[in-house]
């Protein structure tokens, strides 16, 4: 994706757990339905990250959005597990060893086989070619990993713009990104490129009243209204270089402390207050602890 936003990075556009969205926006009581169903169906604890990803689909436009959209829409409809994985190009049906299966490119389809949260791997597929404003093929890597990409590349420089359009060379070949989805400019820096608003900046993370800004290479990148999050949040400064969307200390409820199960919900502290997740809106899933994740102490909706 490039060098974006934190927030919108996490905005995958080949996974489940961070793409939503509609035409009206993904809302967080919507994103929150949506990532009960994904957990329950793979195992996944990032709740945090899709809450992230909710805002960021709501903050943008473009391309990103219409495959958000889509996505979105399948998973929402999907009546159990198997309709949920299949949103996203996974086959219930074929079971994979992700140590001994090798990726491969079907014309514009990527075949691969992929490991779930919850320790499954099933072969899925996906269409390149559905990625159009990108012109973008399947090829593979020089990991041996089959990819969506525009071109080869031989890391000769990491990343640069055409016009609008970001390019970054990783494992010789070239990823596209429309900084226009995001609502930004290409933007050419000493380091390299970025997607950012055009606005300079200093520091790395700052607040302007309840907007979080990032600031990367002295580039503005997207603003953050705190406020979709909830009652009661806003942009805190916690040092000169350390800013986040979360509630003031005077009304923290949790300071990060480990996410807990209160009946069928999942619960987790998110910006110094709890976040309950209904796993029971799902076919009455259960909520359970999981093991530790990168994101720490995880948790987890289970389907009946």
Same mark, same amino acid.
Request: charged share 30%; with cysteine; net charge negative.
């Given at each position: ?17 961070? &793409? ?28 945090? %990250? ?35 994985? $299949? #949103? ?29 949260? !919850? ?18 093929? &399947?090829?593979? =890597?020089? /990991? ?20 609008? %359009?970001?390019?970054?060379? $990783? ?14 400019? #290409? %933007?050419?820096?000493? /380091? ?23 600031? $990367? +290479?002295?580039? $503005?990148?997207?603003?953050? !209204? #705190? ?14 270089? =350390? ?12 300071? +990060? ?10 619960? %987790? ?27 720490? =102490?995880?948790?987890? #909706?289970?389907?009946?």
């Amino acid at each position: 994706m490039g060098r974006v936003s934190l927030l919108v990075v996490v905005v995958c556009l080949n996974g489940l757990y961070a &793409c939503a969205g509609d035409s009206g926006g993904s809302g967080l009581d919507r994103m929150k339905k949506m990532m009960v169903k994904v957990s329950a169906c793979t195992g996944d604890d990032s709740f945090r %990250i899709a809450v992230a990803s909710g805002y960021a689909l709501d903050a943008v436009s473009g391309d990103l959005v219409k495959y958000a959209d889509k996505l979105f829409g399948c998973i929402e409809s999907a009546g159990d597990c198997d309709e949920v994985l $299949e #949103c996203s190009g996974y086959d219930p049906e074929s079971p994979c060893n992700p140590d001994d299966y090798k990726d491969k490119c079907e014309g514009t389809q990527r075949v691969r086989c992929d490991k779930l949260a !919850d320790g499954r791997a099933f072969v899925q597929t996906y269409d390149c070619a559905t990625e159009e404003p990108y012109d973008h093929k &399947c090829l593979v =890597d020089g /990991n041996g990993d089959a990819v969506c990409a525009s071109d080869e590349c031989d890391g000769s420089k990491d990343e640069w713009c055409e016009g609008n %359009i970001l390019l970054q060379c $990783e494992s010789g070949v070239v990823d596209k990104s429309d900084c226009a989805d995001f609502g930004m400019q #290409c %933007i050419q820096t000493a /380091n390299g490129a970025l997607c950012g608003t055009g606005e300079s900046c200093t520091g790395k993370e700052s607040c302007d009243g309840t907007t979080y800004v990032s600031c $990367e +290479d002295g580039n $503005e990148e997207l603003p953050v !209204d #705190c406020t979709w999050f909830g009652s009661g949040y806003t942009c805190v400064q916690k040092s000169k270089d =350390d800013a986040n969307c979360a509630v003031p200390s005077s009304k923290e409820e949790c300071t +990060d402390e480990k996410p807990l199960c209160v009946g069928s919900k999942a619960r %987790i502290c998110f910006g110094g207050k709890w976040m309950d997740f209904d796993c029971a809106v799902f076919g009455g899933a259960t909520c359970e602890l999981a093991d530790k994740s990168f994101l720490g =102490d995880g948790i987890r #909706c289970k389907a009946k």
